[in-house]
């Protein structure tokens, strides 16, 4: 039997009350098994959050300004791996709701103890065998980008970035669920997520889960065809090298 100790599930707490969430962090510190591992205070923070810090369960309130916890819950459900979700609200009326946004539970304040521990552990449970069937979760954030737009904060999985384009002053983020322009440089970019994005040329970052294969064109300028796609990118010549390299470490077997 393996005696190695579990690590502590992250808990990131999202309430427009300092008091609420100061009484949940006391609640959830309180179990040996949780650790609160940050806060947020409105829809849109909660998502910056999430992409930060990849926490494994999420309490999250329904009544905050801007986007509000149903809509911040539809935008997580949409990720490939969510956190974990228990609603604490003061309402009792959005319980169908919140079970059709795919909540663990649903907990009405004041958030009692032994019910808060309850869910935690029903939270945590689903949360590791969610791991076990997909795959281990990769830890220390860095799983998720968070971009803000007119429309608000929105998450888009790193996994399907196709490829980031520079224009003017703004950069736009091509992904399997469409495009999506950015106040991002490519430079912070690249430098934030270097196990996802690859330079292929000053004006362009590539999802390296998308890159199939480097080719060289008749006049001699080199092009980056695209999984699924008859897309091709420009290759800078600066950067040929670099993506030879990275293609030739990565070749399966």
């Not at 190695?4 to 008091?19: G, K, W």
């Not at 663990?104 to 029903?122: C, D, F, M, N």
Request: glycine share 6%; hydrophobic share 40%; charged share 25%.
């Amino acid at each position: 039997m393996d005696a190695t100790p579990r690590q502590p599930l992250n808990v990131l707490i999202a309430d427009d009350e300092p008091l609420a969430r100061e009484r949940l962090r006391r609640l959830v510190e309180a179990l040996p098994d949780y650790r609160v591992c940050g806060e947020a205070e409105d829809g849109d923070g909660t998502l910056a959050r999430v992409a930060e810090l990849n926490p494994d369960i999420l309490l999250l309130d329904i009544r905050m300004p801007g986007l509000d916890g149903m809509e911040t819950a539809a935008r997580l459900s949409r990720l490939a791996h969510p956190p974990a979700l228990i609603f604490c609200t003061a309402y009792d009326h959005y319980a169908i709701q919140a079970f059709e946004v795919q909540a663990t539970a649903y907990l009405v304040k004041p958030v009692r103890k032994e019910a808060l521990a309850e869910a935690l552990a029903r939270a945590g449970r689903l949360n590791r065998v969610q791991q076990q069937t997909a795959g281990a979760k990769p830890t220390g954030g860095g799983d998720q980008l968070a971009v803000r737009t007119y429309r608000g904060t929105v998450l888009i999985d790193l996994a399907d970035v196709r490829y980031c384009e520079a224009d003017h002053k703004y950069v736009t983020i091509h992904h399997t669920g469409g495009d999506t322009v950015s106040d991002f440089t490519l430079k912070e970019l690249e430098a934030r997520y270097p196990r996802h994005l690859l330079r292929i040329h000053r004006n362009t970052l590539v999802g390296v889960r998308h890159v199939a294969a480097l080719e060289r064109t008749r006049d001699g300028q080199h092009r980056l065809r695209l999984r699924d796609s008859s897309q091709c990118l420009a290759v800078s010549r600066r950067h040929a090298g670099a993506v030879r390299q990275w293609l030739q470490n990565h070749q399966p077997g």
